[in-house]
């Protein structure tokens, strides 16, 4: 008998849930079939899977399907995604993909799995995705015969070679480089570049292990840098960190802890008048100071497919999220991979920007990191409309409003200051964050958001 298929796994971004629970033979199975049959042109598919223990199994169910929809399968085995990212932009023995499946469940736990999903060289995301669950839910008494048919690519290779090529100026750089793989995925090629590089490096959990022994792989969170802030500052100038299926990345010297958005501003020292996008999390100091340094900035919204959208769509040469996804149009294919990412920053270092001093000299403001507020799938976009109404006659002491930005939730800029709250597109919480030039005002601009919030969940509770 088939099991059920939850719609909950069809994400905003992705699909994502708990394997066996949700990501099972029959779910699977129906995802590359309906998936397959998305897929125009020779419907050729690259599939690559993470480091935890279902992956290939998942590639499995996953092979069946496109089978089933008529799809040639090439295996590129264990890779980052980035590395998966970068098999739609070569030819495989003369063949060219037409998609790729990411097989990974990121930074999630070790029970998780998901697919990120590109179709000719762009994301898979949103409506599409949602559009597929509905009709993969109509469907799901369907049977699929296994069918593992597939052949085998290396897309490592080309990989390494490119940013080696890419790079071969920063050769023997002496620079003392510290890394973190998370037991992720990064090193399936990131020793191997750097080797070739003769970079003077040391490297901690390296070793794909999907159990993630060591900590969680998610770098924006301090707690998983104890180990890497260690090994910094006992033998290292510079050092990075991975999420476990490295597209994201964290970097670290000895008086800071980059985020997204100043690594923005650092990259983009190196580009002529670029035009950068940030997501609306991002500080005001990177907008601010990307316009006053002759750039177009631009604000987006959160997420990895939204921001390569809107890169092809306004051809910019970078973006960032503050967790650390930082995307290259500029000298590369505009997807996020720290790898390359961790390159560029060396080649700052080796070109004689002093990353401390340029942190340093950019204007002081008191941030919060994330907040994430508890709620329900079913209510967590009602509470943001119900924001917005409110917002339209705010109570008598909140703070002066300047304007407010509805690209992404409701970013309200005060002052001296923002303070953001939007509805995550990938888990039942809103993701609240604040800023201000002044530290005693940061918290203020919380208090009286959160406020806000909680008047907007009274008054939803008192119409139910």
């Known amino acids: 008998m088939n099991r059920a298929i939850n719609h909950s796994i069809f994400r905003e971004y992705d699909i994502r849930g ?20 998305k897929v125009k042109g020779n419907r050729v598919v690259a599939i690559g899977y993470d480091a935890r223990s279902h992956s290939p199994l998942l590639r499995d169910y996953l092979t069946s399907g496109l ?26 023995d003369g063949i060219e993909t037409d998609a790729s499946i990411m097989i ?45 048919k597939k052949t085998d690519i290396d897309v490592k290779t080309p990989y390494i ?44 959990y390296l070793e794909p292990d999907g159990t993630f022994p060591n900590h ?11 180990d890497i802030k260690k090994l910094l500052k006992e033998e290292g100038d510079i050092a990075f960190a991975y999420d476990g299926d490295a597209d994201r990345i964290a970097v670290l010297t000895h008086k800071h802890n980059i985020k997204g958005d100043q690594m923005a501003l650092l990259y983009a020292m190196k580009m002529e008048n670029p035009i950068v ?19 177009t900035a631009i604000m987006y919204k959160t997420g990895h497919s939204n921001l390569k959208v809107k890169m092809r769509e306004t051809n910019a040469d970078l973006a960032c999220e503050v ?47 994330e ?15 119900e924001v917005k109404k409110l917002l339209k006659n705010p109570p008598s002491d909140f703070p002066t409003i300047k304007d407010i930005i509805f690209v992404d939730g409701v970013r309200i800029n005060f002052e001296k200051g923002w303070g953001l709250v939007r509805a995550s597109n990938t888990t039942p919480v809103l993701v609240t964050r604040f800023e201000s030039t002044d530290e005693a005002l940061a918290k203020v601009y919380e208090q009286s958001v959160n406020q806000l919030i909680l008047n907007a969940k009274n008054n939803l509770t008192e119409r139910a």
């Open 67 to 92: 089978n089933r929809a008529g799809c040639k399968v090439l295996d590129m085995g264990l890779v980052a995604t980035p590395v998966n990212y970068f098999a739609n932009y070569i030819t495989h």
């Open 18 to 37: 708990i394997f066996e629970k949700e990501l099972h033979e029959q779910s699977v199975k129906l995802i590359g079939y309906f998936l397959g049959q």
């Open 161 to 204: 070679n490119f940013m080696v090529k890419e790079f071969n100026h920063l050769k023997a750089m002496s620079t003392k480089i510290v890394i973190d793989g998370g037991n992720g995925v990064a090193d399936t090629v990131i020793s191997n570049i750097f080797n070739q590089l003769e970079f003077n490096y040391k490297g901690i």
């Open 277 to 295: 996008i940030g997501e609306v999390k991002c500080s005001q100091v990177m907008y601010d100071e990307l316009e006053r340094r002759g750039a």
């Open 371 to 385: 907040i994430k507020v508890e709620t329900t799938e079913e209510e967590k976009f009602a509470i943001i409309d």
């Open 216 to 226: 969680h792989p998610d770098p924006s969170v301090e707690e998983n840098l104890i």
């Open 323 to 369: 967790s650390g996804h930082i995307f290259f149009k500029h000298r590369y294919f505009g997807y996020d991979d720290a790898i390359y990412a961790t390159l560029r920053m060396l080649e700052l270092i080796h070109d004689g920007i002093n990353i401390d001093q340029e942190i340093d000299a950019l204007p002081q403001v008191f941030s919060t990191e």
């Open 104 to 148: 990974t469940g990121s930074h999630n736990p070790s029970e998780y799995n998901g697919f990120k999903i590109t179709v000719d060289k762009a994301p898979f995301f949103g409506e599409d995705i949602y559009a597929l669950g509905r009709e993969i839910i109509a469907n799901q008494e369907m049977n699929i015969e296994k069918n593992s």
